[in-house]
């Protein structure tokens, strides 16, 4: 996924527009980690919902890499099933599926190689299996989204994204409401499925230290520019790594 002199915002009630970030260029690589870190205000949801097709861009492109076409198209002229996919989407507040149980939700990252009334193949089931495999949660299949925790709704959302298939995973502060050990849990899956399963990975979140620990880049939206850092190996021992990203938060 690449974006290319982009620049996102809004407009107001008055249809003023209000730039949030501009001259944006930057890669979303597959294998690779990537988080996207910023002050509350500064852009990080607008920017995710621009690389997620829910909103425009206001200037620049956005090419997503067509793997059965091994080519760049522009994300705007693609049907919202192809879009569906290329980029997988796990959104903060979209967890509340109550009434479904985890192998159900699941399944519903296979829509978008279903038919009309989402008749799943054999083919179909064993991605969901997969993907329940893969996050953790195969043992969770019949229990119902409601009566499981922050942190295993979280994996099942994840899980649900996987079966989409999709070369790219976009996820709006995934580690939101988890405690401790569940943000780790979740940031260690999210870097083996990009390590492993060689998923371009993006997400955004506020525990800088984590993702220090975990992303292989980090994006900072900083005063309307998107800058792109690069964690040094020995930042587990850095103290100062730490201190030196936040003050450029500050800056």
Not at 93 to 104: F, K, M, P, R
Not at 162 to 176: G, M, N
């Amino acid at each position: 996924m690449r974006l290319t002199d982009a620049s996102i915002g809004f407009r107001s009630r008055h249809g003023a527009p209000k730039v949030l970030a501009s001259s944006m260029s930057a890669c979303v690589e597959r294998g690779r980690l990537t988080c996207l870190v910023g002050r509350n205000g500064k852009g990080k949801s607008t920017l995710l919902r621009a690389l997620a097709g829910f909103d425009d861009l206001q200037e620049g492109s956005l090419e997503v890499r067509c793997t059965h076409e091994g080519e760049e198209r522009a994300f705007s002229s693609l049907s919202n099933v192809e879009r569906s996919k290329l980029v997988a989407v796990v959104l903060t507040n979209n967890s509340q599926a109550h009434g479904l149980t985890v192998e159900e939700l699941v399944g519903l990252g296979r829509s978008p190689y279903t038919n009309f009334w989402g008749t799943q193949t054999e083919t179909d089931r064993q991605v969901v299996d997969k993907s329940m495999e893969l996050t953790g949660v195969s043992h969770l299949r019949k229990y119902r989204i409601e009566t499981l925790s922050d942190g295993e709704r979280q994996k099942t959302m994840i899980a649900k994204a996987l079966a989409q298939q999709t070369p790219v995973i976009l996820l709006d502060e995934p580690t939101a409401f988890l405690d401790y050990p569940s943000k780790v849990e979740t940031l260690q899956l999210l870097a083996r499925l990009a390590h492993e399963e060689g998923k371009a990975v993006l997400f955004s979140s506020h525990d800088l230290e984590l993702a220090l620990q975990q992303a292989d880049v980090l994006w900072l939206l900083k005063e309307g520019r998107l800058h792109i850092k690069t964690p040094s190996p020995k930042f587990q021992s850095s103290v100062g790594e730490v201190a030196d990203f936040y003050s450029l938060l500050d800056e």
